[in-house]
C-alpha cells in the first residue's frame, strides 16, 4: 500500500491535523488493514466497495462518505474494490467543533454523512482528479467550521498537557492546574472528545509507545514499555492487545498493515 499524509490548509488547522490518502496496487494481495485506536476522530471519502468489522464481528459495508467517532478499541477495513481512500484526520475535539455534536454519542460509531453534506458526495464521485476530491473536502468542511460551537478552552489545554506527557499526566493533577473540579472536567471532556480522560490518556501512552516499536525496531521491548510508563510487562500488553488488537510484538512485524499509528504530533495551535 502507499500511504501518505498531506498539511491541512491554514483555516482548518485549529481542527484537521493532516489530510490523507491510501492507495492499494492493482493486483495486491493485501486488502484487509488493521485499525488501531489512535485518539483521534476522522472523516473518510471513497468510491469502491469497503467494509469494516469489530472483533468477532461480520464486515459492514460502509458508506462512500463518513465520519467516525473516537474508537476504543481494534477494527479491520476491508477493501474489496477500491484502490484509493481519502481520509481526514481530525483533532481529538474536532468532531464537536465541526458538527457540533456531543462526542459521546459518536464513540466507536460510523455516521453517513450524506444527509448532511447534500450533493457533496454525487460531486466526490465525479471528481476527476485526487487534488479535486482534497478541494471539495476543504470546502466542506471550512463552511461546517463556521456554524461550529464557541471553543473549550480548558478541554483544548487538557489535551495539550496529556499529549506533552505522552498520556502519563494523572487527571487529579490536571483538574488542580485547570482549578476545575473533576467531575466537571470529565463531563465536559467526554462531551468535546467523546471518551473520560484516562481512557483517552491510555490510548495516547499506547500510540506513544506503538510509534517508538514501529521506529526503533532493534530495540527491546521491555525497555520501550517503562520508557512509555507502564508499571509492567501485563499492563503494556493489555492496553496492545484492547487498544491494537495485537501483542506489541505482533505490531512490530504488521506494521506494514495498521493503520492508526501516527506520530504523536497532536499539539494544537
Not at 16 to 28: C, D, I, M, Y
Not at 99 to 104: E, M, P, Q, S, Y
Not at 185 to 211: C, D, M, T, Y
Amino acid at each position: 500500500m502507499h500511504y501518505r499524509e498531506y498539511t491541512a490548509p491554514a483555516a482548518l488547522r485549529h481542527l484537521v491535523r493532516f489530510f490523507w490518502t491510501l492507495e492499494v496496487p492493482a493486483g495486491s494481495s493485501a486488502r484487509h488493514y488493521n485499525i488501531v485506536a489512535d485518539g483521534c476522530p476522522g472523516i473518510m471519502f471513497h468510491r469502491g466497495a469497503v467494509a469494516y468489522a469489530r472483533p468477532s464481528l461480520a464486515p459492514q459495508r460502509l458508506p462512500h462518505l463518513f465520519v467516525y467517532g473516537q474508537s476504543t478499541g481494534p477494527g479491520r477495513l476491508y477493501l474489496q474494490n477500491a484502490d484509493r481512500l481519502f481520509g481526514i484526520n481530525l483533532f481529538p475535539h474536532g468532531l464537536t467543533m465541526l458538527l457540533g455534536v456531543d462526542a459521546r454519542e459518536c464513540t466507536d460509531q460510523i455516521w453517513d454523512l450524506e444527509p448532511l453534506a447534500g450533493s457533496l458526495v454525487d460531486q466526490l464521485l465525479n471528481a476527476p482528479t485526487a487534488a479535486a476530491v482534497m478541494g471539495l473536502l476543504t470546502h466542506f468542511l471550512t463552511r461546517q467550521q463556521r456554524q461550529s460551537p464557541d471553543r473549550d478552552c480548558a478541554v483544548e489545554s487538557s489535551i495539550r498537557m496529556f499529549v506533552q506527557s505522552q498520556g502519563c499526566l494523572p487527571v487529579m493533577a490536571l483538574t488542580q492546574t485547570l482549578q476545575m473540579s473533576e467531575r466537571q472536567f470529565q463531563r465536559r471532556f467526554r462531551q468535546q472528545v467523546g471518551v473520560p480522560p484516562k481512557l483517552f490518556a491510555r490510548i495516547l501512552r499506547f500510540q506513544s509507545a506503538l510509534h517508538v516499536i514501529q521506529r526503533e525496531t532493534e530495540r527491546p521491548l521491555t525497555e520501550i514499555a517503562f520508557a512509555s510508563g507502564y508499571a509492567d510487562q501485563s499492563h503494556f500488553i493489555r492496553d496492545f492487545r484492547r487498544f491494537g488488537g495485537l501483542t506489541p510484538g505482533d505490531c512490530r512485524h504488521s506494521a506494514a498493515q495498521l493503520l492508526c499509528g501516527h506520530d504523536l504530533d497532536l499539539a494544537l495551535p
